[in-house]
């Protein structure tokens, strides 16, 4: 149901709206007319489902004005209808709303997205644009040289080690995605059609993790992963992340949502558990499984602090501390190679992001309702 904002009558977004949506307004006039009673009060009733009850005593106003414009005009003198008293249904109410918006306020709304976009644009728009730059021009603050190149870009691959980075990311963040795939749809499965005692209290239990910092379990973790003799290997980055209590929760708010009478058909078709689970949940879970991967691989690709703490060799360092290491070198004084190994490390993000958008959005919204 959509409902129209109040006017300025003498201005002409007044006039504008009446003449949208004036096709509307005959046709309710045309249908009030023929299923008109006796008795007024049974008439606005009657209309009240469709959102007219006002609009019955606009279009008696209407049908009683005496001015050369006959029933169609719209003059000043009908100050008294109320634009925004009027409700107007399905989809010509929406498509009428829009029409009647004022010009003012979208390109108020235009204005503020683009203060936004710019300044969150600058800085990364910046540092694209100095890779390109000779690290002369960088030092001296020249900013808007026309020295532009790919060298930079080149020596990057050539002497640093960015490439074993990006394959070290690569591969934890791949191993990371999968293993938190495998364990949260199955643990989410679990809650939701496994019944056993106790399984909303394990539940809170397991939501309560998420509140806790990663910083907290920094110590413990490592103090583990010391004594399993995994520093410094790739089995460091991913043990500690085989699941996640987000992605549990997303997975169980979707799965509860599948249609009951699917399980009850199963069952009566003798399906397992495991065949339940592979033929039938994950394929209709596969929006917020999309969107569990995005997540789970860029949060993987993104870390810093834990590889930080645990590696200790570029055979096993990702890409994050690998750009930290670079630049703590002190023969490293090459801001245009910085740049540009800054440059290709977002590539492979921009790309999940571009590839998992539209999964991301509609996947976060149905694992958030039930």
């Not at 969150?120 to 532009?148: C, E, K, N, Q, R």
């Not at 060298?151 to 691959?157: F, G």
Request: net charge positive; with cysteine.
């Amino acid at each position: 149901m959509a409902r129209l904002k109040k006017f300025d009558y003498d201005s002409d977004d007044f006039a504008n709206a009446v003449f949208c949506g004036n096709h509307y307004f005959d046709r309710c006039f045309q249908k009030f007319r023929t299923d008109r009673h006796d008795d007024g009060r049974r008439t606005e009733q009657h209309h009240e489902s469709f959102g007219l009850s006002h609009l019955s005593r606009c279009v008696l106003e209407r049908q009683l004005c005496s001015c050369k414009h006959g029933i169609g005009c719209f003059g000043n003198h009908h100050r008294h209808l109320y634009a925004d008293s009027i409700q107007i249904p399905g989809k010509e109410g929406d498509i009428l709303m829009e029409e009647v918006m004022s010009k003012k306020e979208r390109i108020s709304r235009y204005v503020v997205l683009c203060l936004l976009s710019v300044f969150i644009l600058t800085p990364f728009v910046l540092g694209l644009w100095t890779s390109f730059l000779p690290t002369a021009d960088i030092s001296s603050g020249s900013l808007f040289s026309t020295h532009i190149s790919l060298d930079n870009y080149v020596n990057a691959m050539k002497n640093t080690a960015i490439i074993r980075y990006l394959l070290n990311s690569l591969v934890i963040s791949v191993l990371t995605t999968a293993f938190q795939l495998i364990f949260c749809s199955m643990s989410a499965y679990a809650f939701v059609f496994l019944k056993f005692r106790g399984r909303n209290f394990l539940f809170g239990l397991f939501l309560a993790t998420m509140m806790l910092p990663f910083e907290a379990e920094v110590i413990p973790n490592f103090a583990t992963m010391r004594q399993l003799n995994l520093l410094n290997t790739y089995s460091v980055m991913v043990v500690p992340f085989l699941t996640s209590a987000f992605g549990t929760f997303m997975l169980r708010q979707n799965f509860k949502q599948m249609p009951a009478e699917l399980k009850e058909a199963s069952d009566v078709c003798g399906l397992s558990h495991w065949k339940f689970y592979t033929k039938v949940t994950l394929p209709y879970a596969k929006i917020s499984l999309l969107t569990l991967a995005s997540y789970s691989f860029l949060s993987s690709w993104n870390q810093y602090l834990w590889p930080m703490l645990t590696t200790f060799s570029d055979k096993y360092r990702p890409v994050q501390d690998g750009l930290r290491q670079l630049q703590s070198q002190e023969t490293f004084n090459d801001w245009g190679m910085i740049q540009a190994s800054a440059a290709i490390v977002v590539i492979p993000t921009l790309i999940v992001l571009f590839i998992g958008q539209k999964s991301f959005k509609s996947g976060i919204n149905e694992g958030a309702v039930k």
